[in-house]
């Protein structure tokens, strides 16, 4: 643990004190030049003293160590997990994939019977591990996945049919994502795949914030397209 050493608490406690009465001392004396100059004198003679405790205490502070660009992503993505926790959950499966992923509810209706998200939900969305360099180039891959269940629950679908609704939906939304955010990304898919390659690499918090706002809208699309019939 760190501590200010007796000498150097002691002379700066004296060294202000001895400023003060220097100032004082000076304005005693109506401010003239030759007390102006006596006190300059006196306070350059303790000033050192003073800066010397005054760093001691500064090194005592807590400091903010500055996180890395990946650290930062992980916390950011953290905070937008917990804005919509009732939605969506960290995945367990991230060894498996080689991917930084978040599960949904399948079932949007659990979302007003309180069933807890540990069941009923499959993969949402899969990023690059946060880990040096995975966010630093311009095509960053990032993996969206159409659940049967939050679209066409209870639907008799044969392969060829989903196929063909899965495709009709994500058709949809990378329409709405080109659109959207078109100047730093382009959005493609087939089937029950949506990939979003980001053209520009992420470096800072603006960046971090670009990411999240494409995580909210892709969330938004989905529950604002859970109910749709395409035929």
Not at 168 to 196: E, P, R, T
């Amino acid at each position: 643990m760190r501590k200010i050493g007796i000498e150097t608490l002691w002379g700066g406690i004296f060294g202000i004190v001895a400023i003060v009465a220097a100032i004082i001392e000076m304005a005693l004396n109506g401010f003239e030049a030759l007390a102006i100059a006596g006190a300059v004198k006196d306070v350059s003679g303790t000033l050192v003293t003073v800066m010397v405790l005054f760093f001691a205490i500064k090194n005592l502070l807590p400091r903010k160590e500055k996180l890395s660009i990946e650290e930062r992503i992980i916390l950011a993505l953290e905070e937008w997990q917990q804005a919509n926790s009732t939605m969506i959950i960290k995945s367990s499966d991230d060894e498996k994939t080689g991917k930084y992923g978040f599960h949904m509810r399948t079932d949007i209706r659990d979302f007003y019977r309180a069933v807890p998200l540990t069941k009923n939900s499959g993969w949402f969305v899969r990023l690059p591990l946060p880990q040096v360099g995975n966010y630093a180039n311009d095509n960053i891959r990032i993996e969206f996945h159409l659940n049967k269940g939050t679209f066409f629950a209870d639907i008799a679908l044969s392969p060829d049919e989903l196929k063909h609704r899965f495709d009709q939906l994500n058709k949809l939304f990378c329409d709405f994502i080109n659109a959207k955010y078109h100047d730093f990304l382009v959005a493609s898919g087939q089937n029950d795949l949506i990939i979003i390659k980001m053209s520009q690499p992420i470096e800072n918090d603006d960046d971090i914030q670009k990411l999240i706002e494409v995580l909210n809208s892709m969330l938004q699309a989905y529950l604002a397209s859970a109910n749709v019939k395409v035929s």
